[in-house]
């Protein structure tokens, strides 16, 4: 993080003019909110303003194609995000607790708008700490930045290489509050950054070396030897702060080798111990020999890979989310085990002993393998969680570090709550993986905590009844109220027991409550909740409406929440995104479980699913008529049919049009078909990116069935 002069670059004229009619418009809508009363209301921003191409151009020019955070390369996906410093609403400290107003009047004010990464988007979410109160809106001057005393520096309002310490090895170190925060809450510190700027201190070495080589060391100055480095490396290239500062490195070690002593003074956190308040996400898994998987390694896709050009939410709304991991497989092939693993690397020994009491058992059946792991790598931390175990040993051993991340399991067994009022409402806890081991385990009575006065303040449950409208699809003059330890929903001005809604509405409710209740220990703001859901077959008890849009449903009410699911339901991987959808199956003889990596088309129907590689289902149409389509193509194949088999074909024919509305009829589309049935003949169906160069292969072989009949040939 450097200091950028924002003046060095003119505001963008276009956006700005939009910009005032934009504020206008949001602050009619908090005056007139207001007058009804504000909770359980959501405001409306225009994210058209905030892609206006001349802002766009504006931040890639002012932060010279990089983050303004953390100063990586913006990919061409990361050029389109737009990112508010202090946040549009629900403005976070760093327990938690929300404002829920702040900032809303700074959406569209230029001063406030960054460039930035995915990665420190994902990271920084709604949080902006501040010391004291917040500053209030000002209708008399609302552009203006407020004057508070924040947490959080400011590129453009600050000196952060004062305060930011790069060092050698790719961290960053800081001596004072504010840069501890921010190091923090940008997750400056995370696993892939770090190792990006490591290489980067190579590469000033080498320019360093180079420039040593012709000129003595004695003969640099400190600030000549650095401006030349920095001459030879592009802005756009990044990570400027760490080159003055490696620069400043090498020629101190050089001198001091050439017979001056320049003093390198090495630098020590002064408070070690402080523990770490930002947001941890679990990155990576590896299993060796657990159970059914021998060897298996699965990553979340990057949030930079999930990533749109033109974006729709360009970084105003979390509606984007955290990504997810959905596993695709038929029964016994591992995916509960999986989570089970996961599951047991994140729990305390006291926990896992009462679940898995001998860790021997997880160790493969039929293996000559003799001890197996189960490794977890985040996002922040150099050292990844170990749990290993083997046939020898009842007790499993873990290394590394426990990672400070709440985290739920749910198995497929998902019993709804028994209504209690006594012993008082149930309390957050943030592991809790019981119901992931044990059928029986019943999900938490999530309505008695909400409805109950003295557990949930009204400030606080309307934050989470703003999240329980989302998931409703309720309106903002819908209301969620409570009432004699019950919850009610008022819709179109009728009120209504939450408990007299549809099964299907229950079931949901209670999963989605249940999270809610133990994911709430440090804030009641849902939409700034961060931790690791393990949920196996996501589409139990749900009707098949929910089924479709259960992923999104999730998303949005838990946006900073990683969520690793299992289904066989085909209706529940619509609205999985890029690097989500993995497909577990056992390969050849030796029955081995693998792991592909494969998207569903946005778009496709439940059928079109069912029958792609993704379940292999041969057909979903009923068994006569897949066997008439057989034979209807064995008979198109025949090139020297019989006067009996010809009649049996226009038959069969007829009979399919009648059935089948898309049924091919044209000359091209027969000769299509042919082609088709020609090559299926010779192949079988194959998983992942196999299956995509076999239907690469059929394509070519269609195009030149319909070109030998077009040239004759």
């Known amino acids: ?88 609403f629900r403005a976070a400290q760093l327990n938690g607790k929300v404002d829920p107003d702040h900032y809303w009047w700074l959406a569209y004010n230029w001063p406030n708008l960054y460039a930035i990464c995915s990665a420190c988007q994902s990271n920084k979410g709604r949080r902006f700490p501040v010391k004291g109160r917040r500053a209030e809106y000002d209708a008399r001057d609302p552009w203006a930045i407020p004057r508070e005393h924040r947490l959080l520096l400011d590129p453009c309002e600050d000196d952060p290489e004062k305060e930011l310490q790069f060092l050698e090895d790719g961290t960053v170190r800081s001596d004072t509050e504010r840069g501890r925060v921010t190091i923090e809450v940008f997750g400056l510190n ?28 004695l003969t640099w100055t400190e600030q000549s030897f650095i401006g030349m480095v920095l001459s030879e490396v592009p802005p756009v290239r990044g990570y400027t702060a760490l080159s003055r500062q490696q620069a400043r490195r090498h020629l101190a070690r050089a001198q001091q080798a050439a017979g001056t002593l320049v003093p390198s003074v090495p630098y020590i956190p002064s408070d070690t111990a402080r523990p770490y308040q930002g947001a941890i996400w679990l990155q990576k898994i590896q299993i060796e020999n657990f159970k059914a998987l021998k060897s298996l390694e699965l990553q979340f896709p990057s949030p930079e890979l999930q990533a749109a050009p033109g974006n729709a939410d360009v970084g105003l709304e979390p509606a984007a989310g955290e990504p997810w991991l959905m596993l695709l497989g038929e029964n016994a092939v591992g995916k509960s085990s999986l989570l089970k693993a996961i599951a047991l690397a994140l729990m305390p020994p006291t926990q896992w002993r009462k679940y898995a009491e001998d860790a021997r058992d997880w160790m493969t059946r039929g293996s000559n393998a003799t001890s197996g792991m189960i490794r977890l790598e985040f996002t922040v931390g150099a050292q990844p969680l170990e749990l290993h175990f083997s046939r020898k040993r009842k007790d499993a051993v873990r290394k590394g570090e426990f990672p400070d991340v709440a985290v739920l399991g749910y198995g497929s067994t998902r019993l709804l709550p028994k209504t209690s009022l006594a012993g008082g409402p149930p309390r957050p806890e943030r592991r809790r993986m019981q119901n992931l081991f044990d059928s029986r385990a019943q999900l938490r009575d999530a309505e008695h905590w909400l409805a109950d006065r003295r557990a949930v303040k009204p400030r606080d449950f309307d934050l989470l009844a703003t999240s329980l409208k989302t998931l409703l699809s309720l309106g903002d003059d819908d209301r969620i109220s409570r009432r004699r330890m019950e919850l009610s929903a008022k819709i179109f001005g009728t009120a209504m027991p939450i408990r007299s809604l549809s099964d299907g509405y229950q079931s949901v409710l209670a999963l989605a409550t249940d999270m809610m209740l133990n994911l709430s220990g440090a804030t009641f703001d849902m939409e700034g909740v961060e931790g690791l859901v393990l949920l196996d077959e996501i589409e139990v008890h749900l009707h098949p409406r929910w089924k479709i849009a259960i992923v999104g449903a999730l998303r949005q009410l838990f946006p ?48 079109q699913i069912l029958t ?34 010809e009649e049996r074909f226009e038959r069969l024919d007829g009979e399919l049009r009648r059935r089948v509305d898309e049924y091919i009829g044209t000359e091209d589309e027969q000769i299509a078909l042919k082609a088709a049935a020609d090559f299926k003949a010779e192949q079988r169906p194959r998983l992942g990116k196999a299956a995509e160069a076999s239907a690469a292969e059929l394509r070519d072989k269609i195009v030149e069935a319909l070109r030998s009949r077009q040239t004759g040939a």
Not at 7 to 13: I, L, Q, R, Y
Not at 37 to 62: C, I, N, S, T, Y
Not at 68 to 74: D, Q, T, V
Not at 567 to 595: A, F, N, Y
């Open 1 to 88: 993080m450097i200091h950028v002069d924002r003046n060095s670059v003119p505001a963008p004229e276009q956006f700005l003019k939009r910009a005032v009619t934009a504020h206008e418009e949001v602050a009619a809508l908090v005056k007139s909110q207001e007058k009804i009363g504000r909770a359980q209301r959501k405001l409306r921003f225009d994210r058209l303003v905030l892609r206006a191409d001349d802002l766009r151009e504006a931040l890639m020019e002012l932060f010279k194609g990089t983050c303004g955070f953390c100063e990586s390369r913006l990919s061409n996906n990361e050029r389109q995000n737009v990112e508010p410093f202090r946040p549009l």
């Open 560 to 607: 900073r929440v990683r969520f690793i699911a299992t289904t066989h339901d085909p209706l529940c991987v619509q609205g999985l995104r890029k690097g989500e959808l993995h497909i577990m199956t056992r390969q050849g003889d030796s029955r081995d479980v693998t792991i592909d990596q494969f998207d569903v088309p946005p778009g496709a129907r439940a059928d």
């Open 190 to 217: 995370r696993m892939s950054l770090v190792k990006l700027r490591r290489e980067h201190c190579e590469f000033i070495d080498s320019v360093g070396d180079l420039l040593l080589k012709q000129n003595a060391p």
């Open 612 to 645: 792609g590689a993704w379940f292999g289902v041969p057909s979903t149409r009923d068994p006569e008529t897949v066997a008439m389509m057989r034979e209807h193509s064995s008979l198109l194949q025949n090139q020297a049919k019989t006067p009996a088999e």
